[in-house]
């Protein structure tokens, strides 16, 4: 047996003497000679600190212990072979797929019973034995898939990365590495131990170097089950390390100067941010970015932050740890070959794959669309497709319509047509149950014609690579799917079994990210330990990432984990301390902690350790609000600052001929144009102006709009027909033959629509009733009707229209084609609308209503305050057309719950005529003329803004509405306007 030494150092402490040591005893025996590091990254930066020294050494001498065993096992074995964790993952999957575990299925499970496993086999765990009395059902279960793994394994020669240790340990020659150096392993598990004690049985010299300080809340672990020839002990000064690593100890706090800062940061993108500038700060002092270290405890979650804000800062960087094949762009447009007919045809993944720049198809966007119109969500697109093009030549072949617009939006939709079923014949050769090995060779042979991936000839360099590497990981793992397949050759797995699986090992596969050389190194905090970094930030210290005190084994009780003894949760904070604590002793001028207050609106727990170093060292704070070097900055504060709105980024274009000559005194506007504008000009600015418009929303039934569309045909179809045959208002007497009429029209107009879905069957129900669901939409309006018939008002015309084109049998005879011209004041407003009904008085004066089916309506005091402006409007139109007196304006609500009709304003001298319409006592008026007059002022100043140009966002500090579609572009900000007074149109 060799001698042993055992070092018992603070982490980073003599590694620079191990690496002077192991150079020269490389250069004496370089094959014999090895260097095991407790991390990759540790590994990599010994490596690099050797060639930078101009030393010579085997490449895989300077390893970790899971490396170390593989090259043990590629050196020797010869029968076996290695698989990867994602293999291994894919082997479970298998066997779970027999269906022999039924207390073990799940999502998730592979992941957990994969982990559980390496568990069992890494610590050494006689399962299910070690359970004793607790042994049941569901352990048997775990302890046959177990068995049967590792039966599958062995039958097949393979060796996963847990079973690599054992083999490694067997295979182990005598005198093969005759010198040895082990540095920096905390606390290695019963397997790696097993490995270490052969290595040191057979080597001439072994050192060993332990993280040790006096202090067990972190450092239980002495080296003795090493039985070392000699201890050497390097027991530090009175410095700041060694106060440092009395850290979580019952030690009188320590004096660490300046050493270590502290502060809370309001959240993760503005912790980042923060950290980002005092990094620039660092810099502009002179200090190099390789000089800086970023940690974060779950270094995945925070990644997506750096990436977004240090580029912000210009902040050259690398992150280690590279992220899975599965997130990849490239990787992820692959994936949705098979995901398009393994999900059936979803609209969204269609889509998908049509808008993919790495896919050969083209049309995408359109196709988005078009979809959402056809109301496609899976399944029949071509059917759907067709629906429309039926629809649009309806519409088409009506003398109103826009004919040239219409033969191009159908020739569109027949061309996106073709388009759907060449792609989905191309799928359609992926679709059904067969072998992995005929799955992946139908899928390669699609990608291999449709010569996908596309990939740019040109672009950004750094991209361009990073694409390259990853397809380069697809196709590795194609060819690790298809090694796999082989131990399953007569399996035969549906298509959505088998894109599972690809996914599943991409998850599995990680691949590298760019390296930089003079660059921030954005790191995990356990990959800290042993390094020598100046500057360190160490962030995200919250309850839950550090420390993440996870106790509980996949599948296991609290009671069963403690039974087969793992670790506990003391051994768990234990090692999350080690680790914490490892970081801070790696920094030499400066550790900078940092912890986030919420995570959006959900309040983060400050991490226990931030408590700890709080107590022990009463850190000083550091950085500030200000953040002088981002690029998003001056915008930043630009769109926070208080005040009116005032220049042409808030929408205050100011005069503009282009303005004026669209929207001048030829321009014809609606009542609904009008109250946008009230409402929020900027809407108006991208709807009227820009011309834009949302996506359309997907819903496969009846939409709010085409609900109301239906309901006022309806209404019109009664009426037209019941006052064109001499009948007047709906009464008793003729309130069967009103209803019959009004069902007959109602069972016509809903078979227009060829919707199957329940949601349509229960519409139609509630509009047209049943003995289950009672009375129906129509027949409770009739009966509104004959309740309000004493009011003395008669309904007399329906749908009247005026600026429109006019459609036969959908308007009112008295509808004209031209706008209404109505004056105000020195000048006039052109008019377009619809009127949905006008009842009229026996001396000629009138009252007109607006059906509404949705559930918010306006009210008098919004046409005071200019915001509601459509049936004021609308009665000044009416009276223009006629030159009889409107009297009053109602909003008729026919919905689910609710049928009334409500007078929104009327003339306080007819009160006897609304007293029997429910809750009119509040809104009479005593003039009507005046309040339309106050209502044209409003269109006054509306149009002066307009052509004005003043297109601000809504100027009062409420909510937006939340129909508004244009949520994801609006500059609208509640805080700004606290302090703000202004008029409607954005001027003070």
């Given at each position: 047996m060799s001698p042993a030494v055992l070092y018992r150092q603070l982490p980073g402490e003599g590694l620079d003497t191990f690496i002077t040591e192991f150079r020269k005893a490389a250069a004496r025996d370089p094959f014999g000679t090895v260097f095991i590091v407790p991390t990759s990254y540790l590994a990599r930066e010994v490596a690099r600190r050797l060639g930078d020294g101009g030393a010579s050494f085997v490449a895989d001498t300077v390893t970790t212990l899971p490396g170390f065993a593989r090259k043990v096992f590629f050196e020797h074995a010869a029968a076996e072979t290695p698989i990867s964790a994602a293999d291994s993952r894919l082997i479970l999957a298998r066997l779970l797929a027999a269906g022999r575990y039924p207390l073990l299925a799940g999502t998730g499970a592979v992941d957990e019973l994969a982990t559980l496993f390496d568990v069992l086999i890494m610590r050494k765990v006689d399962y299910p034995a070690?359970?004793?009395?607790?042994?049941?059902?569901?352990?048997?279960?775990?302890?046959?898939l177990f068995g049967a793994y590792l039966r599958f394994l062995d039958g097949h020669g393979l060796v996963d990365e847990s079973t690599l240790f054992s083999r490694a340990v067997r295979l182990l020659a005598a005198g093969e590495f005759r010198t040895v150096f082990a540095y920096g392993l905390f606390?290695?598990?019963?397997?790696?131990?097993?490995?270490?004690?052969?290595?040191?049985?057979?080597?001439?010299?072994?050192?060993?170097?332990?993280?040790?300080?006096?202090?067990?809340?972190?450092?239980?672990?002495?080296?003795?089950?090493?039985?070392?020839?000699?201890?050497?002990?390097?027991?530090?000064?009175?410095?700041?390390?060694?106060?440092?690593?009395?850290?979580?100890?019952?030690?009188?706090?320590?004096?660490?100067?300046?050493?270590?800062?502290l502060a809370e940061r309001r959240d993760r993108e503005g912790e980042v941010r923060a950290i980002a500038q005092e990094i620039r700060d660092l810099l502009a002092a002179g200090v190099r970015p390789d000089e800086i270290i970023v940690a974060f405890p779950d270094l995945a979650s925070a990644v997506p932050y750096v990436e977004e804000v240090f580029p912000d800062f210009a902040l050259p960087y690398t992150a280690s740890g590279g992220r899975p094949l599965s997130a990849s762009p490239l990787v992820q447009a692959l994936l949705s070959v098979l995901a398009v007919p393994a999900r059936c045809y979803r609209r969204e993944d269609v889509v998908a794959l049509m808008t993919s720049p790495y896919l050969p198809n083209a049309g995408g966007c359109e196709l988005d669309i078009l979809s959402r119109e056809a109301r496609i969500t899976a399944g029949n697109w071509d059917g759907r497709l067709a629906a429309l093009i039926f629809a649009l030549e309806e519409e088409r072949a009506r003398p109103d319509s826009a004919q040239s617009r219409l033969a191009e939006k159908i020739a569109s939709i027949d061309a996106a047509r073709n388009t759907v079923r060449g792609l989905f014949a191309d799928l359609s050769v992926l679709e059904g149950t067969k072998t992995i090995r005929e799955h992946l060779a139908a899928y390669r042979s699609l990608l291999e014609r449709w010569q996908a991936p596309v990939m740019p000839a040109e672009g950004e360099p750094d991209l361009r690579e990073d694409e390259a590497r990853d397809l380069r990981g697809f196709m590795e793992t194609l060819a690790?799917?298809?090694?796999?397949?082989?131990?399953?050759?007569?399996?035969?797995?549906?298509?959505?079994?088998?894109?599972?699986?690809?996914?599943?090992?991409?998850?599995?596969?990680?691949?590298?990210?760019?390296?930089?050389?003079?660059?921030?190194?954005?790191?995990?905090?356990?990959?800290?330990?042993?390094?020598?970094?100046?500057?360190?930030?160490?962030?995200?210290?919250?309850?839950?990432t550090m420390p993440r005190l996870t106790t509980r084994l996949p599948f296991t009780t609290d009671a069963e984990t403690r039974r087969l003894a793992t670790r506990s949760k003391e051994d768990i904070l234990r090692e999350e301390r080690y680790h914490f604590l490892a970081a801070l002793l790696a920094a030499r001028t400066r550790v900078s902690l940092s912890y986030p207050a919420a995570d959006g609106a959900t309040p983060l727990v400050r991490s226990g350790f931030v408590d700890a170093v709080r107590e022990a060292f009463s850190p000083e704070t550091w950085g500030n609000s200000d953040l002088p070097d981002s690029r998003l900055a001056a915008a930043r504060r630009n769109y926070h600052r208080k005040g009116g709105y005032d220049s042409p980024y808030d929408g205050m274009l100011g005069d503009d001929p282009a303005l004026t000559?669209?929207?001048?005194?030829?321009?014809?506007?609606?009542?609904?144009?009008?109250?946008?504008?009230?409402?929020?000009?900027?809407?108006?600015?991208?709807?009227?102006?820009?011309?834009?418009?949302?996506?359309?929303?997907?819903?496969?039934?009846?939409?709010?709009?085409?609900?109301?569309?239906?309901?006022?045909?309806?209404?019109?179809?009664?009426?037209?027909?019941?006052?064109?045959?001499?009948?007047?208002?709906?009464?008793?007497?003729?309130?069967?033959?009103?209803?019959?009429?009004?069902?007959?029209?109602?069972?016509?107009?809903?078979?227009?629509?060829?919707?199957?879905?329940?949601?349509?069957?229960?519409?139609?129900?509630h509009l047209l009733g049943s003995p289950a669901a009672g009375r129906g939409l129509l027949e409770r309006f009739l009966r509104h009707e004959a309740e309000v018939a004493a009011s003395r008002f008669?309904?007399?015309?329906?749908?009247?229209?005026?600026?429109?084109?006019?459609?036969?049998?959908?308007?009112?005879?008295?509808?004209?084609?031209?706008?209404?011209?109505?004056?105000?004041?020195?000048?006039?407003?052109?008019?377009?609308?619809?009127?949905?009904?006008?009842?009229?008085?026996?001396?000629?004066?009138?009252?007109?209503?607006?059906?509404?089916?949705?559930?918010?309506?306006?009210?008098?005091?919004?046409?005071?305050?200019?915001?509601?402006?459509?049936?004021?409007?609308?009665?000044?139109?009416?009276?223009?057309?006629?030159?009889?007196?409107?009297?009053?304006?109602?909003?008729?609500?026919?919905?689910?719950?609710?049928?009334?009709?409500?007078?929104?304003?009327?003339?306080?001298?007819?009160?006897?005529?609304?007293?029997?319409?429910?809750?009119?006592?509040?809104?009479?008026?005593?003039?009507?003329?005046?309040?339309?007059?106050?209502?044209?002022?409003?269109?006054?100043?509306?149009?002066?803004?307009?052509r004005g140009g003043c297109f601000p966002p809504r100027s009062d500090a409420g909510p937006c509405p939340a129909y508004c579609g244009f949520k994801t572009v609006c500059r609208f900000d509640a805080l700004r306007l606290i302090t703000a007074e202004g008029n409607p149109d954005g001027t003070d």
């Open positions: 070690a359970l004793g009395d607790l042994a049941s059902a569901k352990s048997a279960e775990i302890a046959a606390e290695p598990m019963p397997l790696e131990r097993d490995l270490l004690i052969a290595l040191r049985e057979s080597a001439d010299e072994f050192h060993y170097s332990l993280p040790y300080a006096p202090n067990p809340a972190v450092f239980p672990d002495d080296g003795e089950w090493l039985h070392p020839d000699m201890v050497v002990s390097g027991d530090a000064p009175d410095s700041h390390l060694s106060h440092l690593a009395g850290l979580f100890s019952r030690r009188e706090p320590g004096d660490c100067g300046k050493f270590i800062r690790a799917l298809d090694r796999v397949s082989r131990l399953f050759p007569e399996e035969k797995v549906a298509l959505l079994e088998f894109s599972s699986m690809l996914t599943l090992l991409l998850a599995g596969t990680r691949t590298g990210r760019r390296r930089h050389g003079n660059a921030v190194r954005v790191v995990g905090v356990r990959e800290v330990a042993h390094l020598a970094v100046p500057y360190l930030f160490v962030g995200d210290l919250v309850e839950g000559e669209r929207f001048g005194d030829g321009a014809v506007f609606s009542p609904t144009a009008l109250e946008t504008y009230a409402d929020c000009p900027f809407r108006f600015y991208l709807e009227r102006v820009l011309g834009l418009a949302p996506l359309p929303q997907i819903d496969p039934d009846l939409t709010a709009q085409e609900r109301g569309a239906l309901v006022h045909q309806i209404a019109y179809r009664f009426y037209s027909g019941w006052t064109c045959d001499g009948n007047g208002p709906v009464t008793d007497a003729c309130y069967a033959d009103a209803l019959r009429r009004i069902l007959d029209a109602g069972r016509e107009e809903a078979e227009r629509f060829a919707f199957e879905t329940p949601a349509w069957a229960a519409d139609k129900e008669v309904p007399h015309a329906f749908e009247v229209s005026f600026g429109l084109p006019l459609a036969p049998g959908e308007v009112d005879a008295a509808s004209v084609p031209d706008a209404v011209v109505i004056p105000l004041g020195d000048g006039t407003i052109r008019l377009r609308g619809r009127v949905d009904r006008v009842d009229v008085m026996s001396d000629g004066r009138f009252m007109i209503t607006d059906y509404k089916t949705g559930s918010s309506h306006h009210r008098l005091k919004d046409i005071m305050a200019g915001k509601a402006l459509q049936l004021p409007l609308y009665l000044r139109a009416v009276e223009t057309l006629t030159g009889r007196e409107g009297v009053a304006g109602t909003y008729y609500t026919l919905r689910r719950g609710e049928v009334k009709n409500k007078p929104i304003f009327w003339d306080a001298g007819l009160k006897e005529c609304f007293s029997c319409f429910p809750g009119s006592g509040r809104s009479s008026v005593g003039d009507v003329r005046d309040l339309v007059d106050t209502t044209l002022s409003w269109v006054q100043r509306y149009l002066a803004g307009i």
